[in-house]
T-cell receptor, first 114, second 115 residues
Framework: EPEVTQTPSHQVTQMGQEVILRCVPI?????FYWYRQILGQKVEFLVS????????KSEIFDDQFSVERPDGSNFTLKIRSTKLEDSAMYFC????????????FGPGTRLTVL | GDSVTQMEGPVTLSEEAFLTINCTYT??????LFWYVQYPGEGLQLLLK?????DKGSNKGFEATYRKETTSFHLEKGSVQVSDSAVYFC??????????????FGTGTKLQVIP
């Protein structure tokens, strides 16, 4: 069964450094999402992406964040200058069309900012 | 905006006990409802879903019924096992302000089952 994959599974970085989290959505899916889960808290929506554009973003998704689909398979989340409070689990998700109600989640990348 | 409220944890049960985790929601549209499970150190797994009123989602002995009149989607299992120990998230999927599907999660309920 096709699944969303994410790399790396765990990323450790120093405060102020840039990080790029990578996701490979399911191959025929067109809509892509990032979510964040700070340890012990709920999963929060960050951004949705379609047709090489951001379609919606939350208040969390400020100028430090950016997303990109650099090729036909990868979907990336970049944090330009990491802060301690960016430490969280980041989940990528995808679905095949706008009206499809279920999103398929990847296993997550745990980001630790020191 | 949309929101999901679920009961505070942790919930500690003995093996073979009956489980209920309450979940209620508010939504501007007509959402689909989900339960996700997160085992320690792992990602989110879809447990079950329901897309319209009175639908019952079920999987691995868990079930939940979409109750539009009470805006609820309570999770139940008749006999829990130690292996069910995990965090359970109630969630809804609805159109966001941009017209695209967005998932809103509850805070999660940690379940611990003791032998």
């Amino acid at each position: 069964e096709p699944e969303v994959t994410q790399t790396p599974s765990h990323q450790v970085t120093q405060m102020g450094q840039e990080v790029i989290l990578r996701c490979v959505p399911i191959s025929n899916h067109l809509y892509f999402y990032w979510y964040r889960q700070i340890l012990g808290q709920k999963v929060e929506f960050l951004v949705s992406f379609y047709n090489n554009e951001i379609s919606e973003k939350s208040e969390i998704f400020d100028d430090q964040f950016s997303v990109e689909r650099p090729d036909g398979s990868n979907f990336t989340l970049k944090i330009r200058s990491t802060k301690l409070e960016d430490s969280a689990m980041y989940f990528c998700a995808s679905n095949p069309r706008q009206t499809y109600n279920e999103q398929f989640f990847g296993p997550g990348t745990r980001l630790t900012v020191l | 905006g949309d929101s999901v409220t679920q009961m505070e944890g942790p919930v500690t049960l003995s093996e073979e006990a009956f489980l209920t985790i309450n979940c209620t929601y508010t939504a501007t549209g007509y959402p689909s409802l989900f339960w996700y499970v997160q085992y320690p150190g792992e990602g989110l797994q879809l447990l079950l879903k329901a897309t319209k009123a009175d639908d019952k989602g079920s999987n691995k002995g868990f079930e939940a019924t979409y109750r539009k009149e009470t805006t609820s989607f309570h999770l139940e299992k008749g006999s829990v096992q130690v292996s069910d120990s995990a965090v359970y998230f109630c969630a809804l999927s609805d159109r966001g302000s941009g017209g695209y599907q967005k998932v809103t999660f509850g805070t999660g309920t940690k379940l611990q089952v003791i032998p």
